[in-house]
Antibody, heavy 122, light 108 residues
Framework: EVQLVESGGGLVQPGGSLRLSCAAS????????MSWVRQAPGKGLEWVAN????????YYVDSVKGRFTISRDNAKNSLYLQMNSLRAEDTAVYYC???????????????WGQGTLVTVSS | AIQLTQSPSSLSASVGDRVTITCRAS??????LAWYQQKPGKAPKLLIY???SLESGVPSRFSGSGSGTDFTLTISSLQPEDFATYYC??????????FGGGTKVEIK
């Protein structure tokens, strides 16, 4: 059974940093592009970033470029999102999601984690 | 970035009703569109991919159609468990991957 379990969310002050993790199991993690998708309270879904199977390609939505870094450790079946210079507008539930489009990526998401809440507030 | 506009933003319907949700892309995206269902406090669930392909395990009352810029999600006979918010997502051109604003289906 495919499972994606996020962790690392919490309350952080504006300008602060946080690192999210996503533990994957039940599939060959190293074979898939992976993404982070977020959802602000009461709002819609927003794709944040994705990363290629070997970590050699990464893409970001403009609003997080230069502040967020996506990475992965295939040996640990884990996906990460390092978030720096956090702003109030980054407050959201962050989901990790598996990109079904193999091997090219940039597709749709067939499995999602349960999400982790990040709150940026003083 | 390709923008997706969903309509309506919300609707009220009764069990057994036929429900249609539309998604319009700001430019042509071929058939590179997916539909998701999200219930409160839960992660989105994939329903339809490639505009009209039903994800494994999804009931056949869900169907998708369209290509280019105009797409529809149809629920042929609304069931109690279908009350949720539905999102479209394009994957023709990225970055960024983009989602529609959502359509909330409520009980009439």
């Amino acid at each position: 059974e495919v499972q994606l379990v996020e962790s690392g969310g919490g309350l952080v002050q504006p300008g602060g940093s946080l690192r999210l993790s996503c533990a994957a199991s039940g599939f060959t993690f190293s074979s898939y592009w992976m993404s982070w998708v977020r959802q602000a309270p009461g709002k819609g879904l927003e794709w944040v970033a994705n990363i290629k199977q070997d970590g050699s390609e990464k893409y970001y939505v403009d609003s997080v470029k230069g502040r967020f870094t996506i990475s992965r450790d295939n040996a640990k079946n884990s996906l990460y999102l390092q978030m720096n210079s956090l702003r109030a507008e980054d407050t959201a539930v962050y989901y990790c999601a598996r990109d079904q489009s193999v091997p090219l990526g940039g597709g749709y998401f067939d499995y999602w984690g349960q999400g982790t809440l990040v709150t940026v507030s003083s | 970035a390709i923008q997706l506009t969903q309509s309506p933003s919300s609707l009220s319907a009764s069990v057994g009703d036929r429900v249609t949700i539309t998604c319009r892309a700001s430019q042509g995206i071929s058939s590179a569109l997916a539909w998701y269902q999200q219930k409160p406090g839960k992660a989105p669930k994939l329903l339809i991919y490639d505009a009209s392909s039903l994800e494994s395990g999804v009931p056949s009352r869900f169907s998708g159609s369209g290509s280019g810029t105009d797409f529809t999600l149809t629920i042929s006979s609304l069931q109690p468990e279908d009350f949720a918010t539905y999102y479209c997502q394009q994957f023709n051109s990225y970055p960024p991957l983009t989602f529609g604003g959502g359509t909330k289906v409520e009980i009439k």
